[in-house]
């Protein structure tokens, strides 16, 4: 080991570098760091390490000195205890600058640290499993790692930390192209890693705690990764970007590839968010064409294509420029039938040969393959944003199977009206409150989305259909089925519909006047079923 006092006397220079003598690495994920470690080593670079990194690195032909050595004393506690140490923090967190703390580790025999790479035991996928044993999941909570990372992110003025595998690349290209220094900007930068990493480690193990005692606890402690920066936010004059929540299996992007076009923004990741999630409702091939987060037309189909057309015909004005999320890949014919229409945004499991030749002429329509299979998190809350806080609830899960659902009147449904109410009702739970969905054979005629009265909904829904079918929308919409997200407060919203030529309708029912809507129906020989929940989308 050299003398302390000669080797820090260029640590730090007047314009910000830090040469780079002594690097201690302990790492979980052991990614790259052989090849890391030799570029530090071919640069004349100390390496201290612990445990099994010591070991990975020798075994890469590496001159390793265990930070046992460093400190003086072995590893205690079955590991517990091997970097919680004076001398080794002291290396850490000594100021090169300032003479007391230099004259410190002068007098104590400290040699500085000035590269710091450490990552933290795999907590977060640890505790991921279903059946993790708790003795486990405690062992997997870190505490020489974080510390090491927080205070080498402290003195970042003297130190640099390297918390991921992907930073390592650059920190070897800056150290190699000036002579083994690194920029008080490198620093700083990866300071801000270093305690966004380790917030993010504390938030997944007081989620894990919290989670013993109460589904909503007293802290919430949440950590979020950027994802994505959007072209813009609502408007053009708002910035955005997506975030992802930490420790979920899945998001809105996961397993996805933009094939072609521009910038998502705001509101296309909003409306794609809106139309895959009811895609995805549907086990049929199925077609979701959403405009302002509202779905404008649904339908399930004997292939893409069918349901796609069938989609459209719901309301063809709404859909020009809207978001499209199918369930089943995209051909060529297909393709030629969307390429007819303005297209925000399209999201498919795959293309196939010569579609995507067809969308491609296109500049501006964004082509999204969707290749995600997981499923949702279980444990992911809803959450909206109110000033100064958050609305947190539970998702509203799946659609209630039939068998809860109750005929409430004297007319029995049949199996076609069963099918209609069923799709309708699905459709129904991904549309603006209040929401009224109008349906028959499996696809949309008419939606009405977001109105202040429910019978307002129903009179939009019906005008829809008429705008968009114009002789043939009445023959359409006699037989057809109607659901609502919520219950009718009056028998006037069934009573326009019925008019119209519905014959059933599917409710959550729980309203004061249920009698009245009960009988409404039953004179016309209406068939109508209550199915006991709700579905608000605010």
Not at 70 to 98: S, W
Not at 312 to 338: H, K, M, T, W
Not at 344 to 354: D, I, K, R, T, W
């Amino acid at each position: 080991m050299t003398d302390p006092a000669t080797d820090t006397q260029t640590d730090s220079l007047s314009d910000g570098q830090v040469r780079v003598r002594r690097a201690l690495i302990s790492v979980s994920d052991k990614t790259g760091v052989a090849d890391f470690a030799k570029g530090l080593a071919a640069l004349g670079v100390e390496i201290l390490s612990t445990g099994g990194t010591a070991t990975a690195l020798r075994d890469a032909g590496l001159e390793v000195t265990d930070v046992s050595e460093f400190t003086g004393q072995e590893e205690i506690l079955g590991g517990r205890v091997k970097t919680l140490h004076p001398r080794l923090h002291a290396a850490l967190l000594a100021r090169r600058g300032d003479p007391e703390h230099m004259a410190t580790l002068e007098r104590e025999g400290i040699e500085p640290i000035d590269v710091v790479c450490v990552n933290l035991y795999p907590f977060e996928q640890t505790v991921a499993a279903a059946d993790v044993e708790h003795d486990v999941a405690i062992e997997n909570i870190d505490i020489g790692g974080p510390t090491m990372i927080r205070a080498a992110a402290k003195n970042h003025e003297s130190v640099a930390v390297i918390v991921k595998p992907e930073s390592y690349d650059a920190v070897c290209a800056e150290l190699e192209e000036s002579g083994g220094e690194i920029s008080a900007a490198t620093r700083h930068w990866l300071a801000n890693e270093a305690f966004a990493q380790t917030a993010r480690y504390d938030a997944a193990i007081s989620r894990w705690f919290s989670m013993e005692y109460e589904d909503f606890p007293e802290h919430l402690a949440v950590a979020y990764e950027k994802v994505l920066d959007l072209s813009y936010g609502e408007n053009p004059h708002q910035r955005a970007a997506l975030y992802a929540e930490s420790g979920l299996r899945s998001h809105i992007l996961s397993r996805t590839s933009k094939l072609h076009g521009r910038a998502l923004s705001f509101n296309n990741v909003l409306d794609l968010d809106s139309a895959r999630s009811l895609a995805s409702d549907f086990e049929e091939p199925a077609c979701v064409i959403v405009k302002h987060n509202n779905p404008c037309g649904v339908a399930v189909g004997t292939d893409a294509l069918d349901a796609y057309l069938e989609a459209l015909a719901c309301d063809p004005v709404s859909a020009y420029g809207g978001v499209i999320a199918l369930n089943r890949p995209i051909g060529r014919q297909l393709a030629e039938e969307l390429h007819k229409n303005f297209v925000e945004v399209l999201s498919a499991p795959g293309y196939e040969e010569g579609a995507l030749d067809v969308l491609t002429q296109k500049e501006a329509i964004r082509i999204l393959c969707e290749e995600e299979r997981r499923q949702p998190d279980p444990s992911e809350r809803d959450v909206k944003r109110v000033q100064g806080g958050l609305l947190i609830q539970d998702r509203d899960g799946d659609p209630e199977p039939r068998e809860i659902m109750e005929a409430v009147t004297g007319n029995e449904p049949s199996d076609e009206q069963w099918q209609d109410m069923l799709f309708a009702w699905t459709v129904s739970r991904r549309v603006r409150s209040n929401a009224i969905v109008i349906a028959k054979g499996g696809a949309t005629l008419g939606i009405g989305a977001g109105q202040m009265s429910r019978v307002d909904s129903v009179r939009l829904a019906v005008e829809k259909c008429r705008e968009a079918r114009g002789a043939e929308a009445d023959a359409l919409l006699k037989g057809s089925a109607l659901a609502s997200d919520a219950f009718f407060p009056f028998a006037d919203g069934p009573e326009l519909a019925i008019q119209a030529g519905t014959t059933a309708v599917i409710q959550p029912g729980g309203s004061k006047r249920d009698a009245e809507v009960i009988e409404a129906c039953e004179q016309a020989g209406v068939a109508m079923v209550f199915t006991k929940h709700r579905h608000f989308r605010h």
